[in-house]
């Protein structure tokens, strides 16, 4: 069977009872799928009232029709989609009589959009953003996504390259005509082509963990002695009972996370052991845990009484709060999670600081990303060195600038992402 030819359907929306439910189909078989369930293929674009109807003739149920020709749809090849009422039933019989016309197939994860990588009608990092789009939860999720599925990575990649293959020819005429005498040296051109590309490198490589945080989410870490109310503070920020709270202490011994939306960024709050010295094995593990987990989140918040100092030392942009502030008399700088004193201070400042760190992120958006931009940029500075030898040295940097055009080439899928695809199109659903 031909794979890629194949004509292919799903279901694109959720499983499940709904007001509207839409069954995708995409191939070249589009027009036999309309004659099969209810006649001639609507005018392109425009949505049309159908009766739908299986092999016998039986009303299978009334749906709005839409096709799309090929190369003006989302996969790029003829699309037709049917929204129909969302009856599970009626989905049920829907798709099983089309997994009956001759010539198609249920489509696999992710299938409709690696056709449209395949057509030419997404880049690989417009991929992953559609990927980042789907699983967002978080407006600044959102935001972010939008910007890679616009196709602004593609954009900025495309703008390297395109002065990277200018240097290129440059060097590449020069070797030429190296028996010839060249009436120009174009070696301060192609150095600032050059310098000026790893200068734009340099920025985004920056960003990409910024980026990945916002991706990801960011941790923050609750840190303090015993009893010194982490965990009816985490549950104060969480708004509901996530960790056991109790006047003993120790009761914290591992490491909870809550995963909430913080004016629009993702956060993780971490509640972690109280840092002591015991001679508890199974809380010492805890406290190890918690201080290992702490220096490795995006942001510390240390709780802090009786004027004690913090345990290890907080890093630039860590927040420090006075514990309890229900019990004090000046609570400047204090936080009770019991009353709920100070709380909402608290979350303004943990969110002013998070969205410092979240304004460094730039386009690219995923580790591949990252490893993608420094190999062009060890290739440019590699090139750079050579050229600097001479012109007899000239071929071996054209040969390094090739090699950095190439890794901003994978950052699209121009090259060397085949063993990457299989992974990417796992993490997308069936219809999508």
Known sequence: ?????????????????????????????????????????????????????DAEGRRLDQALVL??????????EEVLELQLHGSVAVVNT?????????????????????????????DLAQVEGLADLIESETEAQRRQAMRVLSGDLGKVAESWRKDLIRAAALIEA???????????DVTPEVN?????VKVRLDKEIEGVQSAERIRSGFEVAIVGAPNVGKSTLLNALAG???????????????????RMDINGLPVTLLDTAGLRKTDDHVEGIGIERAKERAQQADLRVFLLENDRKPDFKPLEGDVICRA????????????????????????????????????????????????????????????????????????????????????????VGRVDVENLLDEIFSSFCIGK
């Not at 096709?67 to 790029?76: A, D, E, I, Q, R």
């Not at 600032?192 to 000026?196: E, F, P, T």
């Open 1 to 53: 069977m031909d794979m890629v030819n194949d004509t292919i359907f799903a279901l694109a929306t959720a499983p499940g009872k709904a007001g509207v439910a839409v069954v995708r189909v995409s191939g070249t078989d589009v027009s036999n799928v309309a004659a099969a369930l209810f006649g001639e293929l609507p005018k392109a674009r425009y949505a049309t009232l159908k009766t739908l109807r």
């Open 67 to 76: 096709y799309f020709p090929k190369k003006n749809s989302f996969t790029g």
């Open 94 to 122: 829907v798709l099983r009589v089309l997994g009956d016309i001759p010539g198609l197939r249920l489509a696999e994860a992710g299938e409709f959009t690696r056709r449209a990588l395949e057509n030419g009608c997404l």
């Open 174 to 184: 020069t070797i030429d005509f190296a028996d010839e005498d060249v009436p120009v």
């Open 192 to 196: 600032s082509l050059l310098d000026g």
């Open 240 to 258: 509901r009972e996530a960790a056991i709270t109790s006047e003993y202490a120790g009761t914290t011994r591992d490491v909870i996370e809550v």
């Open 324 to 411: 309890k502030a229900d019990t004090l008399e000046d609570t400047e700088g204090a936080v009770s999670g019991k009353t709920g004193q100070g709380v909402s201070e608290l979350i303004q400042d943990i969110s002013h600081r998070l969205s410092k760190l979240a304004g460094r992120s730039g386009i690219a958006t995923r580790e591949r990303h990252r490893i993608a931009m420094v190999r062009a940029h060890e290739g440019l500075s590699a090139a750079s060195a050579v050229f600097a030898l001479g012109a007899d040295h000239y071929d071996i940097g054209a040969e390094e600038l090739r090699s950095a055009i190439r890794a901003l080439d994978s950052i």
